[in-house]
């Protein structure tokens, strides 16, 4: 099994900036992809960033610029970024992990961390 735990969301004001961090821990394999993901009310959970063990990263169109993700694989965690905030980027934000093993593939998922963005 796998554990996520994300911390380092809040509420900020637009344009602004916040860090998230999500540190993994359990049966996690060499070969993996982690990721953001959001979800706003109302909405399909989306995804923000990704990146491989390889530092391979992809970022959705509407943060491309403004978010970075980077991770530390050392500390099995990622991080992601975020700068010039706007309100539409208030959600829930979703750390994920995501390995094969054999021909399956595993996704696990954080609690959730809230992100506001609001005057």
């Known amino acids: 099994q796998v554990q996520l735990v994300e911390s380092g969301g809040g509420l900020v004001q637009p344009g602004g900036s916040l860090r998230l961090s999500c540190a993994a821990s359990g049966s996690i394999f060499r070969l993996n992809v982690m990721g953001w993901y959001r979800q706003a009310p109302g909405k399909q959970r989306e995804m923000v960033a990704t990146?491989?063990?390889?530092?391979?990263?992809n970022y959705a169109d509407s943060v491309k610029g403004r978010f970075t993700i980077s991770r530390d694989n050392a500390r099995n965690t990622v991080y992601l970024q975020m700068n010039s905030l706007k309100p539409e980027d208030t959600a829930v934000y979703y750390c994920?992990?995501?390995?094969?093993?054999?021909?399956?593939?595993?996704?696990?998922w954080g609690q959730g961390t809230q992100v506001t963005v609001s005057s």
């Open positions: 994920n992990l995501r390995q094969s093993v054999g021909v399956n593939e595993y996704d696990y």
């Open positions: 990146i491989t063990r390889s530092i391979d990263t």
